[in-house]
């Protein structure tokens, strides 16, 4: 029997080589006139993306920028955002860049209009918590409605163009927590991912796969977040060392784009679990870039899941070439695990020890983990044995 489940239908996504040219365009659609353009400072010079005041302008609108983005979104950086934005009389908020930066823009569109109340600790996390239980829709969660937005990707990683959750750094919960709100409007340019570094490409590319792969076994998982997964999947073992060993392959970059906001829209319905529990745990430890600390729980979670769903471990070996014959869960997790371990090393990922973690630095995450709120989203069940055993093969199995 097919599970059941909400299909969450998120902003409009328009999709396309050149269309971030039509910026102006779909901002005076959602009825901006003076614009707040979130940005975040390592833009490179050639990347398109250097123009958007200018495109903006010339098209008649006004535009404040700002691209103070921080990894993660320190709450006060939102507050102090929000009050120039204030200040500055906007009408609409423009988010361009990474997870980060698209969150950013998110959170100042909520915040701008209805103060900082909304970033309170237990506000957040009320508000999370009633939409994800299916009670209250974004609609319901706020005074006044959020400043119109549009969010447009420049990585082919995170999907967040296509997520209704933004990542803050919460002052009273100490922890990174979710505030909801989704776009109105999404661009994603293959193009404006052309000047993102190998190392870059290969660890976004491999976050957006860890997204489609612990969406396929999330308890809120349904089948139209499998089927965008399963292609997803496909798509970046396909062309992910095609764009590394060629970052001018237009064909590479525009699967790729493709793939991850796939992934986001299976994530955003779905969602993560054990894997990001880690990966958070890593990264924030450690200072290490997201998507590497995914990549690296990817195989450990495609192993222990495989007891669970060993049909869907082998139609992600399918989804990358992979025929796996065995009827056995443990051979089929460790086959599509090391199809996933040889995709990680074709793209040069770093493992944990090249980047200089003791074995001792990843086991010792053990309680961070188990208690982070996504180790219990896993649909079935999660031991304290279990996360020693995805600890020591990020580390022994690389
Ligand atoms: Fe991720």
Redesign the pocket.
Known sequence: MLKSGVYLQMAPVLFGRGTFATIAENAKKLGMTRVFLITDKGIPETSPVTNAKKMLEDAGLSAVGWNGVQPDAPEQVIKDAAAIARRERVDGVIGIGG?SSLDTAKLVSVVTVNGDEVLKGPTLVENLMAVLTGQKTERDLYPKKPLPLLLISTTA??GAESTYVAVVSSIDLDIKVGLVRAGDFAIVDPSLTDTAPPIVTAFTGL??F??ANEALTDEKNTAHADLLAYEAMRLIAKWLPIAVKDGANNEARDNLALASNFAGIS?SESG?HIG?SA?HALGHKYHLP??MC?AWATPAVIEFVAKDYPEKTKKIGAAMGIDVKSDDPKVIGKTVADAVRALMKDVKLPSPKEKGLTKEQVTSLKPLIYKEPLCETYDGVVTEQDVVTLLDTIYDRF
């Open positions: 997870g990683g995170t976050d957006a860890s997204h994530f993560v990001h990966a997201h998507g995914c």
